[in-house]
């Protein structure tokens, strides 16, 4: 918008006749230039007549969650065509992985939904585990259901915060990532990192859980049954938020099934498919908890169904710790079994000390076990898996095929993401531009889950 | 799928180096580029190989070697047929499938033993390899029939087994039913210079964008779709990154006295 006091010192001679072309004014501090876009007044004058106006957001817009790209048509403010650009964040992960060994395709996967890394690294595990026919101790088991809860809180605390910040809640924003905080100090804690641990293995978890591990989970928990109350007083009551979000980005559930839309979404409008109970894994046939449903299958169902999972979350969290008994965390065969003992040293984290001495001067057994681990990895019989599990966005399954040696020859990752991404123009044509914003809240995409 | 001819190749198949050469041995399936409803015949279905063959240790060739290990042989890997009883729900489903088929056979449909042309069965999960020209009829049949509700497609992807393997593209479904609590994974091998395959969007709305990272990233063209255009990689792209024969890419890492090859030029031991 131009206003009275800029003067356009340009001496251009195109500049005058260029509508984007940047002005420039004189101040105390310097020279200011002022970059904007066209003047709204000016566009609506050169497209009098036609009534479609097609617009650009993103893919670099902050309420488009991350780098993604929407092409609106409006008719006013009403959004009459909206199209999905993504491709953005594609960083070739799938690919990487077929040229490394199947334990360091972990540290790929892990990075590809970055807010639930922990899923993406057991989604690889089981389904390589699978082509291994192996069963991961019970310890291991329970650490992973453990960790992976935690990482759903993280997961879906973050939804509400940036879909608070995207609606200008901000307190709701700012409360969001603060109990996030909670959650990702307490995974630094137990597994080494904040995010992509790389920390759960094909055969089981690196290493046991460190030492006080009990107390500090009882404690986050402690602190997020306080906390989470706090959202229901801060937004499920708040008008706003609710004529915000009522109404806006309905898809039924006949949608939800042609769209392929899973996790919250889908729960949101009436049916209780979560793959931790209708198809367990890892043991969760034996925890009890809810799965809490809606039947309005709009934004705010959303949002109150990802509240109360959090609760069913800390939940699970409690029954894993009371089902922790000692024991391996990794299988015993030593053909697959990473030998790492790692340990933290004076010089940060690497292979204790003890662990090298019995390598290199003890066990010849050991040494071999180790070299070839390390540099060749283990081979896995060929043939294809594809195990799902339910990630904070729905159903994330990983199929992998092996052609029977130390690589994978094919890793695919099903994100949730990238098919709840297809609903969104079902979600937003007919409605505000504003409302467009709310319902791809709902969706709660990750960008680097989506394109991988 | 209208072509009785072959469809000029697809664009973008044969750019930037991205279609390796194909094997000798596709000439062997070179029957099976026929693709049209006028014809129903069993297609080879030796097409089903999975894997290439191995010989030696590590890769490594030329070293000398004297252990005798070298002279080790190893076929391709190729998924064995199962036989009956399947175990579990898998007879039901195959017998529901072929029922629901014969039923609309008035309309000129071909029987199950046609549309799939062989069934695995393999750690716990199902896969059917399906002849393409029959496989929208199937999926509908699979989705529709009340006995089988296969009403939730979970994805589809590529898998290009690598150069050497006959019909080494493959085309992978993953279906669901919510009803049965079942999950069937459906494949079609497909010819790296014919890789055509009828599109699912029209029985499963959510195989659009599947589908077209599948074009994207394997160059199938899925005949049918809405629009086939690339999802991840940019508009103008050549080449399509997930085939064996496109390079990863990469440069070396120097470090003192030592250089590390890129990714794909390191030994490797598979």
């Not at chain 1, 334990?103 to 996967?109: C, D, I, K, S, W």
Request: overall charge negative; some cysteine; charged content about 25%.
């Amino acid at each position: 918008m131009s206003s009275g006091n800029v003067t356009d010192t340009h001496t251009d001679p195109y500049a005058a006749s260029d509508p984007y072309a940047a002005t420039s004014r004189e101040t105390t501090e310097g020279t200011v230039y002022t970059v904007t876009g066209g003047d709204w007044d000016e566009m609506v004058d050169q497209t009098a007549g036609d009534e479609r106006i097609v617009i650009n957001m993103g893919p670099q817009h902050p309420s488009t969650h991350g780098v993604l790209r929407l092409v609106l048509e409006l008719s006013g403010e009403t959004v009459t065509d909206a199209r999905l650009v993504i491709g953005y964040l594609h960083t070739g992960i799938e690919k990487n992985c077929e040229y490394r060994t199947w334990t360091q395709g972990v540290t790929f996967v892990t990075r590809m939904d970055y807010l639930a890394p922990l899923f993406n690294e057991t989604a690889y595990c089981l389904s390589t585990e699978r082509l291994l026919g192996i069963e991961v101790p019970e310890r291991a088991a329970t650490i992973r259901v453990l960790l992976m809860e935690i990482n759903r809180i993280a997961s879906h605390l973050v939804a509400l915060a940036t879909g608070g910040m995207e609606l200008g809640a901000l307190t709701g924003m700012t409360n969001g990532f603060r109990e996030r905080e909670e959650a990702l100090h307490l995974l630094e804690f137990l597994t080494g990192l904040r995010m992509n641990h790389a920390f759960i293995r094909p055969g089981g978890v690196v290493q046991d859980l460190p030492e006080g591990y009990e107390d500090r989970i009882r404690s986050f928990v402690a602190v997020m049954r306080e906390r989470l109350p706090g959202f229901h007083k801060l937004l499920t009551g708040n008008r706003i938020w609710r004529q915000r979000l009522e109404g806006v980005g309905y898809l039924p559930l006949d949608g939800c099934l042609a769209l392929g839309v899973t996790g919250p979404i889908l729960r949101s409008a009436g049916l209780a498919w979560d793959l931790r109970q209708v198809d367990p894994y890892l043991g969760y046939e034996h925890y009890d908890f809810e799965v809490p449903t809606d039947t309005a299958a709009d934004s705010f169902a959303r949002y109150l169904l990802r509240v109360e999972e959090m609760s069913e979350s800390l939940k699970i969290i409690e029954q894993a710790l009371g089902r922790l008994e000692p024991g391996p965390v990794m299988v015993e065969d030593a053909k697959i079994a990473w030998p790492a003992r790692l340990s933290i040293g004076a010089d940060g984290m690497g292979n204790s000390l003890e662990h090298v001495r019995r390598i290199m001067g003890q066990s010849m057994e050991s040494l071999i076990h180790h070299f070839k681990l390390v540099t060749e990895g283990f081979k896995v019989p060929p043939g294809q898996a594809y195990v799902p599990i339910e990630s904070p966005r729905g159903e994330l399954g990983a199929h992998l095929v092996s052609d029977g040696g130390t690589r994978p020859l094919r890793v695919h990752f099903r994100d949730p993401s990238f098919v709840n991404l297809q609903a969104a123009p079902a979600m937003a044509e007919g409605g505000m531009v504003s409302d467009v914003i709310a319902a791809l809240a709902s969706l709660d995409p990750v960008m680097g889950g989506c394109d991988r | 799928m209208s072509g009785d001819e072959q469809k000029p190749k697809p664009p973008g198949t044969g750019a930037g180096g991205a279609s390796g050469p194909t094997g000798a041995s596709n000439a062997s399936s070179a029957g099976a580029a026929a693709f049209g409803p006028q014809e129903i015949a069993r297609r080879d279905v030796s097409g089903s190989t999975a894997g290439r063959a191995r010989e030696g240790m590590f890769g490594i060739q030329g070293s000398g070697d004297t252990s005798g290990f070298g002279g080790l042989r190893l076929p391709g890997y190729a998924p064995a047929p199962a036989e009956r009883p399947y175990g579990g729900w898998f007879d039901e489903v195959a017998d529901e499938a072929a029922e629901a088929l014969a039923d609309d056979n008035g309309a000129g449909g071909a029987p199950f033993d046609l549309c799939v042309q062989q069934i695995t069965v393999d750690r716990g999960e199902m896969t059917w390899y399906v002849d393409r020209e029959h496989l929208v009829r199937l999926a509908r049949t699979l989705r529709d029939d009340p006995a089988l509700r296969f009403e939730f497609c979970s994805g589809v992807s590529g898998v290009d087994y690598g150069e050497g393997v006959p019909q080494q593209l493959h085309v992978v479904i993953h279906l669901l039913s919510m009803t049965y609590r079942r999950r069937l994974r459906l494949e079609i091998a497909l010819d790296l210079d014919d890789a055509r395959c009828p599109s699912l969007v029209e029985v499963y709305p959510t195989a659009d964008w599947h589908e077209r990272e599948t074009w994207d990233m394997f160059g199938v063209v899925f005949e049918g779709h809405p629009s086939l255009t690339r999802i991840l990689m940019p508009d103008d792209w050549n080449g399509h990154p997930q085939l064996k024969s496109y390079p990863l890419g990469g440069i070396p890492v120097e470090y003192h006295d030592a250089e590390i090859p890129p990714p794909d030029q390191r030994r490797a031991y598979t």
